[in-house]
């Protein structure tokens, strides 16, 4: 069996070999490896199984951001004149739209650099983070704090939790879209390789049924 094999399915490699059988990992099934870490599917049906929930739910929560934004935000008779946004000087309904913008790429970006190891896409992700963080913030602490501002309280709430659903859903939905994407690019892997890792995630429950049956 190679080394490769060893370390997908879990199998400890001699002392000696460990150091280069991490080097030697083609980048494709250390990047495997990487997904089945995290995601944890228990074999090859429930990654098909877990590709299309996730594929739906992302796609289901992303379109009800969207009917959200357009209902309560672009079709509302908010005074988009006031609470300009300080950030680049957008209005209500454009800071709405830039929310959903900065969650989407900033999820997508934080997700692919957490499973391909890169920095500066994190980077990005969190300044994107950052600033839809702000826009929603913005209109409460405008009517919290700043005197002669041109919203009261009740909009400037009402504004920052309608920001807050956008925020959470569309990074919550783009999350769920990463991981389909990552499963199915994993089946592909899997069919490619003809690789099956069921007896895998066997060989890691036995020996905690094990300790299980001694403690009884």
Partial sequence: MSEEVFLLEGEALPEGQ????????????????????????RNPQHVYDMA??????????ITLMVVVWWLFIGGTNDDLANGVSVFFSLNFEQAALAVMV???FSALLTEFSRDM???????????MLILAGLYVAEPLVTALFIADADLDMQVGVWRSIRLGILWGGTTYGS???????????????????????????ERTAAPRDGQASAQD
């Fill in 52 to 61: 299309a929930k996730d594929s739906k739910n992302g796609g289901m929560l």
């Fill in 18 to 41: 460990v150091a280069q059988a991490t080097n030697e990992l083609p980048p494709d099934w250390e990047f495997a490896e990487r997904i089945l870490r995290r995601l944890n599917p």
């Fill in 117 to 127: 190891g890169k920095i500066l896409p994190s980077t990005a992700a969190g300044g």
């Fill in 102 to 104: 900065l969650s989407l």
């Fill in 175 to 201: 999350n769920l879209i990463v991981n389909a994407l990552l499963l199915k690019w994993l089946i592909r892997f899997m069919d490619a390789n003809d690789y099956d890792f069921s007896d895998r995630n």
